[in-house]
């Protein structure tokens, strides 16, 4: 069955957009086994409350292994404990690994996913932590004309994997809602590419909730009406629908047909611009400073590619096993300059000799696009540095419930 849409609604998806929807497996999870490898094959559950003593919590994820245990985010975690305890009397019973909600580790991770993104597409819709919708349309064609888009999907998977050591799930179509449903279809670490005119029939065989916008409510009044798989929802006489959901049944209806006429509308302008390189494990940094001087010219060469003055430069630096350390500096006011970039990050590499060192980045932030006047770089006052401390371990508000 073709693509379809209704009478007198919305245009039909446009054939030639090329929409990536790509989405974290299990993201809170892959960070922590990103700086504990021992945890890989684990049952691990992040969340809050598992502590003895503690007044309850919930799961913020689990991982695959701990969900074949029947812990799954967003459950109360005596619910988890009781599934997967700590640890047990009889060494038969399945125990789990527990570990509290980092999230100032988990947004720095993220960061890092975000600007491999941004490096393969300019147009980029960021909606939560762990997943982004990115328009190829302008570098990719379905028409065999470049790179078949699986292609360049399988090299950004590839990437993520190599830059930033996190899984990623990847849907390819013609539009966001199928984009977004093709993502989740083969997790983990899937590759889904539905190209244009096969949306309707890669959809139909598929459960009523895979749709987004379907909850529990709404997939239970469904199926009350025989509507159980996708394909049903496309079927199903529009009065009906409209009975239901009013106007959003008719938006979720062609969804359900593999219509989207959505456009991916960027969130914004970026509020950092960064670079990073991983490493073997060195001390020795007269081997670092090349790779910092590399990174500090290709992040003052994009921010002069999009039009951004910075306020301030500064450098991350990743020890073993995965623990971040940040610093920078404030400038005396919005600068495009280079050379300003490399000499402050190299300064502020400085603190770091004879430390171990497995990954450096550099960064320019408090950004700024509209046209504005250079500060005089003669005038600046002595900058102070801000040192951030390193990465706080403990635990933070829970948020990002539903990653994946």
Not at 13 to 24: A, E, F, G, Q, S
Not at 69 to 81: C, E, F, M, R, T
Request: hydrophobic content about 40%; charged content about 25%; proline content about 8%.
């Amino acid at each position: 069955m073709r693509d379809q849409t209704l009478p007198g609604t919305t245009p039909p998806t446009d054939p030639n957009r090329v929409i990536l929807h790509v989405d974290m497996d299990c993201f809170y999870a892959s960070c922590e086994r990103l700086r504990t490898p021992d945890l890989e094959g684990a049952p691990l559950v992040i969340g809050m409350g598992y502590q003895p003593g503690s007044d309850g919590g919930a799961v913020a994820t689990a991982s695959y292994e701990a969900r074949e245990y029947g812990v799954h985010s967003a459950q109360p975690i005596d619910q988890a404990l009781a599934r997967l305890p700590l640890e047990a009397a009889d060494p038969a019973t399945p125990t789990g690994v527990y570990r509290p909600v980092d999230m100032e580790y988990y947004r720095a991770i993220a960061e890092e996913v975000k600007q491999v993104l941004r490096d393969h597409a300019d147009i980029i819709r960021e909606v939560s932590i762990d997943e982004a919708y990115l328009d190829m349309s302008g570098q990719v064609a379905w028409d065999g004309s470049g790179d078949p888009p699986g292609v360049v999907a399988a090299r950004l998977q590839q990437q993520i994997d190599e830059a930033v050591g996190v899984p990623a799930s990847i849907g390819v179509a013609a539009n966001m809602a199928t984009a977004k449903i093709a993502s989740d279809h083969d997790k983990p670490e899937g590759l889904v590419i539905v190209p244009p005119g096969e949306a309707a029939g890669f959809l139909a065989p598929l459960p009523i909730e895979d749709l987004h916008g379907i909850g529990p409510v709404s997939a239970r009044e469904l199926r009350e009406r025989n509507v159980a798989t996708i394909g049903d929802l496309a079927a199903v006489d529009t009065t009906v629908i409209t009975r239901l959901f009013g106007s959003r049944g008719v938006e979720l209806q062609q969804r359900a047909r593999g219509v989207d006429p959505r456009v991916v509308e960027p969130t914004g302008a970026p509020k950092s611009l960064s670079r990073e390189r991983s490493m073997q494990p060195t001390d020795d940094i007269t081997s670092v400073v090349p790779a910092v001087q590399q990174l500090a010219d290709a992040v003052a060469a994009r921010a002069q590619q999009k039009g951004a003055l910075y306020r301030t430069i500064g450098i991350k630096v990743v020890t073993p096993p995965f623990d971040i350390n940040t610093r920078e500096r404030s400038l005396g006011g919005p600068v495009d300059d280079p050379a300003v970039v490399r000499s402050v990050a190299l300064e502020l590499l400085e603190e770091f000799h004879g430390t171990l060192i497995r990954k450096v980045g550099v960064r320019v932030s408090n950004l700024s696009f509209a046209p504005t006047d250079q500060a005089d770089l003669q005038g600046w006052s002595a900058p102070a540095d801000r040192s951030d401390r390193p990465r706080r371990r403990g635990q933070t508000s829970l948020d990002g419930f539903e990653e994946r």
